[in-house]
């Protein structure tokens, strides 16, 4: 990971390259911050420029993630009752390489792993002290990541505690965690505190204008529907095919859930809508979980004169966004906010998708004709 292409943060980068220029590195540091702030990737390059100043041959092998004094640990699974992450080594640098913003849920679809907790066990830390203890094999530094450190399980923490009071000779230590909150207080203690801010909108914008062909009014949306993540906005840039696809399910629905209350027997294209949208994949079930929420609350600004936060409005079809935005109010969005996050609950334990599609499909008629 070079420098270049991480997304914004100039004055952080400076800082960063400013402490290894003025050997001001601290041997432990922890980067706190959302994974889509850039953390990995600024822990990677930060690691790239301490070995390029030692030896600048060998430090491209950091982008490819081939360096063998750059260790990276991070949460997985136990398989036969081994906490390593050996067995999952590969996987997770083909995740990096392509997605180097991607975050704990990323790596838990690619593991398929939703139902067991993703954790860095003891095992894991036993290994780090064997691998540490050999020399180095470029001559210069070693430099261990540790991605997502707060999912060390107790027993990890405190050997990674001793392993923190006494690093090996050359040896620099790079937490990155999306919060402080499940570290151990005495490994907080030990660490130099780097906070990663979220990404400028101006950063980003000017970022997907060198990458990307969209128009002006796609760009303005994705930079703030992404709220300085660059994994969101990635993940918006790649489903852009299927805004048509969801935009048109929600004028389906909506229509449908109109006719309802004057005639019941509409119940059933509900039932048929839900079906549908059932075959999908969880994912994009999700996502377009993700997009009927955001109508919502878009039409909720709409409808209380917030028009100059209203980013995106439904005009195809002859759907009337104004007239449907009448309908969503302090009285009901609270409710259909709620149904959604409870539908996005049941997906992520694989509850039945028509069932969970349907009761939704249904619940929403009803509070979309509660009155203000």
Not at 58 to 80: G, Y
Not at 242 to 271: G, H, M, Y
Not at 312 to 333: C, L, P, Q, T, V
Request: aromatic share 12%.
């Amino acid at each position: 990971m070079n420098w270049e292409q991480i997304v914004g943060q100039e004055k952080l980068k400076n800082l960063l390259i400013e402490s290894i220029e003025d050997k001001r590195v601290g041997h432990a540091q922890l980067f706190v911050g959302k994974a889509g702030y850039g953390t990995l990737p600024l822990a990677m390059a930060f690691s790239k420029e301490i070995f390029r100043r030692e030896n600048e041959l060998s430090s491209s092998k950091v982008e490819h993630l081939n360096h063998l004094d750059l260790h990276i640990s991070f949460p997985v699974f136990k398989e036969k009752n081994s906490g390593l992450t050996d067995p999952f080594r590969q996987s997770f640098r083909e995740m990096i390489l392509e997605h180097p913003y991607a975050n704990d849920e990323d790596w838990s679809g690619i593991l398929e792993s939703q139902n067991k907790q993703l954790t860095i066990y003891a095992d894991e830390i036993d290994e780090l002290n064997k691998k540490f203890a050999l020399k180095s094999f470029e001559g210069g530094s070693k430099i261990l990541i540790v991605w997502q450190a707060d999912k060390m399980n107790n027993v990890a923490a405190n050997k990674f505690l001793k392993f923190l009071e006494e690093p090996p000779k050359d040896t620099y230590i790079i937490l990155t965690a999306e919060n402080i909150d499940n570290i151990l207080p005495t490994i907080l203690s030990r660490t130099q505190l780097v906070e990663i801010p979220r990404i400028q909108d101006e950063a980003m914008e000017s970022f997907i204008q060198n990458q990307y062909k969209i128009s002006a009014e796609k760009l303005r949306e994705i930079v703030f529907q992404a709220q300085g993540n660059w994994n969101i906005a990635q993940k918006l840039l790649n489903t852009e095919n299927t805004d048509s696809e969801f935009e048109q399910l929600f004028i389906n629905w909506v229509r449908e859930a109109f006719q309802v209350k004057k005639k019941p027997e509409f119940l059933k294209n509900i039932v048929f809508w839900a079906k549908n949208i059932a075959d999908w994949n969880r994912e994009k079930q999700k996502n377009f979980l993700d997009y009927c929420s955001e109508m919502f609350r878009l039409a909720l600004l709409q409808n209380y004169g917030s028009e100059n936060l209203v980013y995106k409005k439904i005009d195809s079809g002859g759907f009337k966004w104004e007239g449907f935005s009448r309908y969503i109010h302090g009285a009901n969005i609270e409710a259909i906010l709620e149904e959604i996050s409870v539908a996005d609950y049941h997906l992520g334990r694989n509850a039945n998708p028509k069932i969970v599609w349907t009761d939704l499909g249904i619940k929403l008629s009803r509070y979309i004709h509660k009155s203000a």
